[in-house]
């Protein structure tokens, strides 16, 4: 069946994070957490540092409708730089303006409010930020 997906880039917070994320959304990781120490050494990779092992190269979380939230771990280590959350806005559409209230409440817990949660003129109940791990968010209900 096909899905929508949002994937996720962490230097190495990528664990912290989904943990954070699952504590408001509830539900399990799909599959399993897969580990850079999991896999085979690939060509294309540098040697893995002992203290890399442990990160995360594949995570899975289903959201809200559907959605699923994915993400891995890009050290520095292996020569990656991360540009924490300025490329990736993740939309949600609740069911109800108590649950748009809840969501947007703890995902800004310790992140910084871009627009607080309002009436807006297209006739949803809206506010934007971002995360204490800098994903921008927007939840956005349309609801009676």
Same mark, same amino acid.
């Not at 994937?7 to 799909?30: C, D, K, M, P, V």
């Not at 896999?39 to 890399?52: K, T």
């Not at 979380?61 to 050290?75: C, N, Q, R, S």
């Given at each position: !069946?096909?899905?929508?997906?949002?994937?996720?880039? &962490?230097?190495?917070?990528?664990? =912290?994070?989904?943990?954070?994320?699952?504590?408001? &959304?509830?539900? $399990? /990781? $799909?599959?399993?957490?897969?580990? /850079?120490?999991?896999?085979?050494?690939? =060509?294309?990779?540098? *040697?893995?540092?002992?203290?890399?092992?442990?990160?995360?190269?594949?995570?899975?979380?289903?959201?809200?409708?559907?959605?699923?939230?994915?993400?891995?771990?890009?050290?520095?280590?292996?020569?990656?730089?991360?540009?924490?959350?300025?490329?990736?806005?993740?939309?949600?559409? *609740?069911?109800?303006?108590?649950?748009?209230?809840?969501? /947007?409440?703890?995902? !800004?817990?310790?992140?910084?409010?871009?627009?607080?949660?309002?009436? !807006? &003129?297209?006739?949803?109940?809206?506010?934007?930020?971002?995360?204490?791990?800098?994903?921008?968010?927007?939840?956005? /209900?349309?609801?009676?």
């Amino acid at each position: !069946m096909a899905h929508t997906s949002t994937y996720l880039n &962490f230097a190495t917070s990528t664990e =912290e994070a989904f943990h954070f994320y699952r504590s408001i &959304f509830g539900g $399990e /990781f $799909e599959w399993h957490i897969a580990r /850079f120490g999991d896999i085979p050494p690939q =060509e294309w990779m540098p *040697p893995l540092a002992e203290n890399d092992k442990n990160l995360i190269i594949h995570i899975c979380l289903p959201i809200l409708g559907g959605h699923k939230l994915m993400g891995a771990d890009a050290p520095p280590s292996m020569g990656l730089t991360v540009n924490q959350g300025n490329n990736v806005h993740i939309s949600l559409h *609740p069911d109800s303006r108590e649950e748009t209230e809840k969501i /947007f409440h703890w995902l !800004m817990e310790g992140g910084t409010i871009e627009m607080p949660l309002q009436d !807006m &003129f297209w006739g949803a109940y809206y506010g934007s930020g971002r995360d204490k791990f800098g994903v921008q968010w927007m939840v956005n /209900f349309e609801g009676k």
